[in-house]
Nanobody, 120 residues
Framework: QVQLVESGGGLVQAGGSLRLSCAAS????????MRWYRQAPGKQRELVAA???????NYSDSVKGRFTISRDNAKRTVYLQMNSLKPEDTADYYC??????????????WGQGTQVTVSS
């Protein structure tokens, strides 16, 4: 079994910054691509950013230039640095990982989510 635990959410004023973290633990042989998704009330979950094992990032157009995804493979942790936050960034943010597990091959996992609220 693999666990993803997010942290770092909270309430921030527009224009402010937050840094989300997602730590992976459990039966992990290798963490492949890791992603951050978000889901605002009444909306579908959307991909915000992704980063490959080698560190190549991709971003949705809505966050490009404001958010930065990074990872520390030794710590099995992925980060999302969010700058210039806008009220429309308010959502629950979820970590997702493609994992080569020790015993069960390739699987995907989700974290429990962390709430980000941006006030205007």
């Amino acid at each position: 079994q693999v666990q993803l635990v997010e942290s770092g959410g909270g309430l921030v004023q527009a224009g402010g910054s937050l840094r989300l973290s997602c730590a992976a633990s459990g039966s992990i042989f290798r963490l492949n691509t890791m992603r951050w998704y978000r889901q605002a009330p009444g909306k579908q979950r959307e991909l915000v950013a992704a980063i490959t094992l080698g560190g190549s990032p991709n971003y949705s157009d809505s966050v490009k230039g404001r958010f930065t995804i990074s990872r520390d493979n030794a710590k099995r942790t992925v980060y999302l640095q969010m700058n210039s936050l806008k009220p429309e960034d308010t959502a629950d943010y979820y970590c997702h990982a493609d994992v080569l597990t020790l015993n069960s091959g390739y699987k995907s996992y989700w974290g429990q989510g962390t709430q980000v609220t941006v006030s205007s």
